[in-house]
């Protein structure tokens, strides 16, 4: 989660020492860096759509476009690392585990995989994860923005909401798929795998990491989704969520 939908002031220990114009003062300048950043990844994330939609009309095809968008891709996905520092500072109220491992998986699949394996980079897969981060991003960023700014359009607020009923199944498919894609290439190179002996005496097999990095989303997936409905059903219908205790 790249913003919280508060204010972006913070809390904790130290906020209780300082007086009431201190507060004021942190939570404006909080506020207003998140509003940049936001604004600044819902432009990244709208350069690199329309730089797919432009490379397909001019080429007809879309071998070759991961190669002609990587660069911004690479930035603006790595860039989304300020996003843990945000929760672990305090200026954004969500787990720093779990939007760790979010930012993380997603940083994996563009460098550990569609970046080190080329063979890969003209999989249509490729292409369906690519388009589906596209439009969960500019619709997502936006959202904070416009969420930050206390002026919420009620169809960025309605697409935060529905999009992801198709785009996140889409979405975790294509990168399911390219994980799949790449397990024979990683298995005949032996990359980023140790073999033993070594000195380290530790070995390490890529090809069997990626297996498990996929059996992965089988629990993870459902929780995730199901969240997301939940949420969905508060924020457009206010629906009282009761979460029961096991």
């Given at each position: 989660?790249?913003s919280s939908?508060?204010?972006g002031g913070?809390?904790?220990?130290v906020?209780?020492k300082?007086?009431?114009?201190k507060?004021k003062?942190?939570g404006?300048?909080a506020t207003?860096?998140?509003?940049?950043?936001?604004?600044?990844?819902t432009a990244?994330?709208l350069?690199?759509?329309?730089?797919?939609?432009?490379?397909?009309?001019q080429?007809?095809?879309?071998?070759?476009?991961?190669?002609s968008?990587?660069?911004?891709?690479?930035f603006?996905?790595?860039?989304?690392?300020?996003?843990?520092?945000?929760?672990?500072?305090?200026i954004?109220?969500t787990s720093?585990?779990?939007t760790?491992?979010q930012v993380?998986?997603?940083i994996f699949?563009?460098?550990?995989?569609?970046h080190?394996i080329k063979?890969?980079q003209?999989e249509?897969?490729?292409?369906?994860?690519?388009?589906?981060?596209?439009v969960?991003?500019?619709?997502?960023?936006?959202?904070y923005?416009f969420?930050?700014?206390?002026?919420l359009?009620?169809?960025?607020k309605w697409?935060?909401y529905?999009f992801?009923?198709?785009l996140?199944p889409?979405?975790?498919?294509?990168?399911?798929?390219?994980?799949?894609?790449?397990l024979?290439?990683?298995?005949k190179?032996?990359?980023f795998?140790?073999?033993?002996p070594n000195k380290y005496?530790?070995s390490?097999d890529?090809?069997?990491?990626?297996i498990?990095?996929m059996?992965?989303?089988?629990?993870?997936?459902p929780?995730?989704?199901?969240?997301?409905l939940?949420?969905?059903?508060?924020?457009l219908?206010?629906?009282v969520?009761?979460?029961k205790?096991?």
């Amino acid at each position: 989660m790249a913003s919280s939908e508060e204010d972006g002031g913070g809390n904790g220990a130290v906020e209780e020492k300082e007086n009431g114009k201190k507060k004021k003062k942190l939570g404006a300048l909080a506020t207003t860096w998140l509003i940049f950043y936001n604004v600044a990844m819902t432009a990244g994330w709208l350069v690199l759509g329309i730089a797919m939609v432009r490379f397909y009309i001019q080429k007809g095809t879309h071998r070759g476009l991961f190669r002609s968008v990587q660069k911004t891709l690479k930035f603006f996905q790595t860039f989304a690392l300020l996003e843990v520092i945000h929760c672990a500072v305090g200026i954004v109220r969500t787990s720093v585990l779990v939007t760790g491992v979010q930012v993380s998986s997603r940083i994996f699949m563009v460098w550990f995989i569609a970046h080190s394996i080329k063979q890969i980079q003209n999989e249509e897969s490729v292409i369906l994860f690519l388009v589906v981060w596209t439009v969960t991003e500019i619709t997502r960023y936006s959202f904070y923005t416009f969420n930050l700014l206390n002026h919420l359009p009620y169809f960025i607020k309605w697409a935060r909401y529905n999009f992801f009923i198709i785009l996140y199944p889409a979405g975790v498919a294509g990168e399911l798929l390219t994980i799949y894609a790449a397990l024979p290439y990683v298995k005949k190179t032996g990359m980023f795998s140790l073999r033993l002996p070594n000195k380290y005496n530790v070995s390490f097999d890529y090809y069997y990491f990626l297996i498990i990095v996929m059996f992965s989303y089988v629990p993870l997936f459902p929780q995730l989704y199901f969240h997301m409905l939940r949420q969905r059903r508060r924020v457009l219908h206010g629906e009282v969520i009761v979460e029961k205790d096991d």
